[in-house]
């Protein structure tokens, strides 16, 4: 089992910058590949970036790359997206999800353990 929790979320003007956290614990963190996604209300939950187990492969969605970073601190189980030109469209509640599986994955339905999430609120 794998606990994940988020945090870092809030209220910020378009151009800004959030970093958020996601804290693991529970079976061992490097295990596992972590993948950040968001959802709004009335749509399904999309992709946003995910880190491989050695922390030294990265995959962003288009509208997010050159914009937002993934990073994986070992030492302290937790996965951080550094979110920056953030913009009205980023808006949304965003989880992190870990999939028990050596590859990671686009597809939220392949992931196995997922936070609770956290709400980012961007203002034009």
């Known amino acids: 089992q794998v606990q994940l929790v988020e945090s870092g979320g809030g209220l910020v003007q378009a151009g800004g910058s959030l970093r958020l956290s996601c804290a693991t614990s529970?079976?061992?963190?490097?295990?596992?590949?972590i993948g950040w996604f968001r959802q709004t209300p009335g749509k399904e939950r999309e992709f946003v970036a995910a880190?491989?187990?050695?922390?030294?492969?990265?995959v962003y969605a288009d509208s997010v790359k050159g914009r937002f970073t993934i990073s994986r601190d070992s030492a302290n189980n937790t996965v951080y997206l550094q979110m920056d030109s953030l913009k009205s469209d980023d808006t949304g509640v965003y989880y992190c999800?870990?999939?028990?599986?050596?590859?990671?994955?686009?597809?939220?339905?392949?992931?196995?353990?997922w936070g609770q999430g956290t709400q980012v609120t961007v203002s034009s």
């Open positions: 529970g079976r061992t963190f490097s295990s596992y590949p």
């Open positions: 880190i491989r187990r050695t922390g030294g492969s990265t």
């Open positions: 999800a870990a999939r028990s599986s050596p590859v990671y994955s686009r597809n939220p339905n392949e992931y196995d353990y």
